[in-house]
C-alpha cells in the first residue's frame, strides 16, 4: 500500500481533494510562488490570480496561460499561496478534466492530521484518548488512499470522516499536534496487514453500531461494544421540527409526499425491522395526502438537522412550559399577564398516540410538532470520542492502545 511518493516507515504524502469540478478557483498570494508546467518553471509574483479554463489551458491572468496540468509551490521562506482563500502545506496541482478544475493538495499525513484531528476533540481531554482518535484518524486516512490510489485523489476536503480545511491558527492546535507526533507511523490493520476504515463518532448513547447493521456488510473492526460517553451533552437530546419545515424539505429532494398526516416508526422499547439491533432508525416512513416516503434513518436526521439516529419520535402538541395568567383590576377588565413556570413530569405527559405505537398522525393543528427524542451524536460507529474520554477518566492509567482494541476489535497496532 503506497502513494505518490510514500514510505510507511517515513513520510507519507496523502492527496487530497480540495477543489472539485469548479469553473474557476481564486488563488492568491502575499508573496513570490512558482508554477511547474511541463517541466518548466515560472516564477509568479504576488498578487490575486482567478484561474480558468482557455480553450483546454489554464489561464492565471492575461499574460500567463499554461499546460492544463500544473503545480503550484510556495517558494522557500515566503507566504504559503492561498487557493479559494485557505493555505496549504505542502504542494498544490491544479488539471482541467473537461472544462473544469480539480485541485489536489499533496500534503504530509501528520500535517493533514494536525488539521483535521482539532475538530474532533478538545485540547483539554486526556492525552490518551486523543492519541487513540490520532491513530484512528490516520488509519482512516490510510485506507482511502489505498482504496481511491488509481483516482485523482485519495480523499476529498469534504469527507463525512475527516473535515480538511488546510493549515492555519485556527485550524491546528499544538496540543494537539504533539500528541499526534506521539503516535507517529501508527496504524491499525486488519488480518491480511491492510490500514483499516476506522471511522469514528463522537458518542453513542451507550453502545456502538456495527457495519452488518447500518451498511448490511460485515466489516470485521466494526463491531457493536460498550461506551463510555454518558459525559457527553449529546448522550439525550430532544429537537422538534413543524410539519411544514420536513412539507418543504421533503418537496425540494424530489419527494411527493404534500401535507403530512403520519409517520411510522416502532418504538425504542418495542425496535422492528426499522431499527438495528441497538435502535438506530435503518427506515421511517413518512406519509401524507399525496404519497409516502420512505426515508433511513441518515437521511431523515439530515433532512431535520438531528444529532444522529437513535431517537424516538412522538407527534403532537408538546405540554407548555409557561402557563401565562391573565390579571384582572376589582372591574374584572384585563390590565396584563403573568407567566407561571410549569414543569409537567415525563409520564404525566399526555399521550395521544395509543392505537398503535408505531404510528403517529398528524392533526393538523397549528401548534402540531414531531418530537424526536434520542441519544448520542454521529453515526455511532467505531470509536466513541466522548467514550473515549469516558475510558481515560474512568481508568487512570489506560492506554491508548486498550482504547484502540476496544473499539477496533480484530485489529493491530502497527
Not at 54 to 60: E, H, S, T, V
Not at 259 to 282: E, F, H, I, N, Y
Not at 330 to 359: A, C, M
Not at 366 to 372: D, S
Amino acid at each position: 500500500m503506497c502513494l505518490a511518493s510514500c514510505s510507511l516507515a517515513g513520510a507519507y504524502t496523502l492527496r487530497v481533494g480540495v477543489v472539485e469540478q469548479q469553473s474557476t478557483v481564486e488563488l492568491s498570494c502575499e508573496g513570490d510562488f512558482t508554477v511547474i508546467a511541463n517541466g518548466e518553471v515560472t516564477t509568479m509574483p504576488k498578487g490575486k490570480y482567478f484561474i480558468h479554463n482557455d480553450g483546454g489551458r489554464l489561464r492565471f491572468d492575461d499574460d500567463r496561460v499554461f499546460s492544463g496540468s500544473v503545480e503550484v509551490r510556495s517558494v522557500t521562506g515566503k507566504p504559503l499561496p492561498q487557493l479559494n482563500k485557505r493555505s496549504y502545506k505542502g504542494n498544490l496541482r491544479l488539471t482541467l478534466t473537461g472544462d473544469k478544475l480539480t485541485a489536489v493538495n499533496y500534503v504530509d499525513l501528520e500535517d493533514y492530521l494536525a488539521s483535521v484531528l482539532p475538530a474532533k476533540t478538545m485540547v483539554v481531554w486526556p492525552d490518551e484518548g486523543i492519541k487513540a482518535q490520532a491513530v484512528a484518524a490516520r488509519s482512516y486516512a490510510m485506507y482511502m488512499a489505498e482504496q481511491n490510489r488509481y483516482k485523482a485523489f485519495d480523499i476529498s476536503a469534504n469527507d463525512k470522516e475527516l473535515d480538511y480545511k488546510g493549515t492555519g491558527p485556527r485550524i491546528e492546535k499544538t496540543a494537539v499536534t504533539k500528541l499526534i507526533a506521539a503516535t507517529a507511523g501508527r496504524y491499525l490493520v486488519d488480518y491480511y496487514g491492510n490500514a483499516v476504515m476506522a471511522v469514528s463518532t463522537s458518542s453513542t448513547g451507550g453502545r456502538t453500531e456495527s457495519a452488518r447493521e447500518l451498511w448490511g456488510r460485515d466489516v470485521p473492526c466494526l463491531q457493536s461494544v460498550e461506551d463510555y460517553d454518558s459525559d457527553s451533552p449529546d448522550y439525550t437530546w430532544e429537537q422538534m421540527a413543524t410539519p411544514a419545515l420536513l412539507e418543504a424539505r421533503l418537496a425540494q429532494r424530489g419527494y411527493v409526499v404534500g401535507k403530512l398526516t403520519g409517520v411510522r416508526l416502532s418504538p425504542l422499547d418495542a425496535p422492528g425491522a426499522d431499527r438495528t439491533a441497538t435502535g438506530r432508525v435503518k427506515t421511517m416512513v413518512l406519509t401524507g395526502e399525496a404519497g409516502s416516503a420512505t426515508l433511513s434513518g441518515e437521511e431523515l436526521a439530515e433532512l431535520v438537522g438531528l444529532p444522529g439516529t437513535l431517537f424516538d419520535v412522538e407527534t403532537g402538541t408538546p405540554a407548555p412550559e409557561v402557563l401565562k395568567v391573565p390579571i384582572e383590576d376589582r372591574y374584572g377588565y384585563q390590565v396584563g399577564s403573568k407567566d407561571i413556570g410549569i414543569k409537567v413530569k415525563e409520564e404525566e405527559k399526555p399521550v395521544w398516540n395509543t392505537f398503535l405505537r408505531s404510528y403517529h398522525m398528524l392533526s393538523g393543528g397549528n401548534a402540531e410538532k414531531l418530537i424526536f427524542r434520542g441519544k448520542g451524536r454521529g453515526s455511532g460507529l467505531g470509536l466513541s470520542a466522548w467514550g473515549a474520554r469516558g475510558m481515560c477518566i474512568a481508568r487512570e492509567h489506560i492506554t491508548y492502545q486498550e482504547i484502540l482494541a476496544h473499539y477496533y476489535p480484530h485489529t493491530e497496532l502497527r
